[in-house]
């Protein structure tokens, strides 16, 4: 049994300048559950996260997240409003202050803590057991880190705080193996919190580990959804 949607695109076109990227979305992510969007490069599908967040303006249709509608016919909600409903973005190029230590990275996402000392010290003990490197360059220039080691910031920033909705784009680009390995075992204890992540991804092996529901992509439209199991 499918569970309720937490996430709703009816009909959702975009356009960036002169280019249709979207053409109708119609798009379920299913509450509780990863809901992995699969499709080649051009397909539309970081498009998608960004038009969900309010970064590129949907031409018409409707996006509705819970009881909230976060798009409609063209007007929506500004990026930082829909952030505060709880949906947190991890973009493809990770967005992390190079110049800032991992510390302060993470103190800029913890919108609720004025200082280190504010933050819930049980949910960092749980992201630095995740994410070991971490704590290992806590108080390192974000911008030397490793590119995996920079993948695992950008999702800890995103889960410093509780968060109702996680979307992921490729966080498995241009990762060694073993890196890759390690990522799949954090993004499923994640999952085991029950908390509703939409993840674009290409690595199928990456899909297939984590994924319970995949929408695939092709030309701004979506042309195949249903259980992970049924496409593996």
Known sequence: MTPPPLLHLQGVHTHIGAYHILHGVDLEVPAGQVTV???RNGAGKTTTLRTIMG?????SGRIAFDNHTLANAGVGLATADIAQLGIAYVPE????FADLTVRENLLLAARRARSIEHLDMK???WLTRLFPALKKFWLYPAGKLSGGQKQMLAIARAMIEPRRMLLIDEPSKGLA???VGNLIEALRELKATQTTVLLVE?????ARALGDWVVVMDDGRIVHRGPMKELV
Request: net charge positive; aromatic share 8%; proline share 4%.
């Open 37 to 39: 969007l699969l499709g």
């Open 93 to 96: 190029n990770m967005g992390i």
């Open 123 to 125: 949910r960092l003990d």
């Open 55 to 59: 970064l590129w303006r949907a031409s």
């Open 177 to 179: 193996p073993v890196i």
């Open 202 to 206: 290409q690595n199928f092996t990456v």
